[in-house]
């Protein structure tokens, strides 16, 4: 199917947020809203969101993709995650300004940007689906585990390192220097979540995913340690256990991708799997 990319601009608060909005020829009453992890903006790392913006309005959904205040073109102070808010408010505005026919919007996040949209999606009746990507529930604590668990584990078996070794070239100072810091990092995060002096981002992206009402695809690369501390902590944890079984959420992983997806066949995969869940081929029928 034939679309177009449309440049907009649309205000937020006093600062200009600009973005394009991939229109079909004919569109469907469902749409999508990217927002992006950072620190990026709206083309994404090897243009992904482009692609996959266009990937699914050449079967019939809007997608529009935008700069936060202080990225990209877009005007304003620099601001993280977990104060986007407003921009995605406005974003989901603007999406349905230009195309009034849209019934039903969904957000997509990679990485942080899934954070951010976990975060608000449950503020806005708009919203009816979630698509979370490599989700960032990242703590310190939980970054040392997962190294730990995984870096070190696939180090050690790499035929490499042990050449290295038997040339004599391993920095074993270093390296115990390295692991010691992670040791610590990790009791320590424990001992501060058992104290519970601050409330850990993956305990609000859960308390966000408990109150959203919508429907839930995660998606998972088999190579990338974010999505790891995700696994990671959806076994360890039974609040997350629960939510991820429940009737409303899909989980897909695409073993061997990375974090961006850089490859086209797993691009490709992963916009097949949003199509399904998307239920564009019914929709069209």
Same mark, same amino acid.
């Given at each position: ?156 078996? @790499? ?11 391993? @920095? ?42 919508? *429907? ?6 088999? @190579? ?22 429940? *009737? ?13 997806? *850089? ?23």
């Amino acid at each position: 199917m034939r679309y177009e990319d449309r440049a907009l601009c649309f205000s937020c608060g006093d600062e200009p947020l600009y973005g394009v909005l991939s229109m079909p020829q004919h569109p469907l009453p469902r749409a999508v809203v990217i927002v992006v992890g950072g620190p990026q903006y709206r083309a994404g790392s090897h243009r992904q969101f482009t692609l996959i913006a266009r990937g699914l309005a050449m079967h019939g959904i809007p997608v529009l993709r935008f700069d936060y205040r202080g990225m990209g073109d877009s005007g304003g102070d620099t601001r993280t995650f977990e104060n986007v808010g407003e921009d995605i408010h406005t974003a989901v505005d603007c999406l349905l300004r230009e195309a009034p026919f849209v019934q039903e919007v969904v957000l997509w996040g990679l990485c942080d940007g899934a954070s951010a949209a976990l975060f608000y999606a449950h503020r806005d009746a708009r919203i009816s689906g979630l698509v979370l990507v490599n989700p960032w529930v990242r703590t310190d604590a939980g970054a040392a585990q997962t190294y730990l668990k995984h870096y070190y584990r696939n180090r050690f078996l @790499d035929a490499a390192l042990w050449k290295k070794i038997g040339r004599g070239e391993f @920095d074993y100072t270093l390296a115990l220097q390295s692991f010691g810091r992670l040791v610590r990092s990790a009791l320590q995060g424990r001992a501060r979540a058992a104290t519970g002096d601050v409330l850990p981002l993956p305990d609000r992206m859960l308390d966000g995913l408990r109150r959203f009402q919508g *429907s839930v695809l995660v998606v998972l690369s088999g @190579d990338d340690l974010t999505a790891r501390e995700f696994s990671d902590l959806m076994r360890a944890s039974a609040g997350w256990r629960r939510q991820m079984h429940s *009737s409303r959420v899909q989980r897909f992983e695409l073993r061997g991708a990375n974090h961006t997806f *850089s490859r086209r066949e797993w691009r490709e995969q992963l916009l097949q799997r949003m199509r399904e869940w998307l239920g564009i081929d019914e929709a069209m029928s």
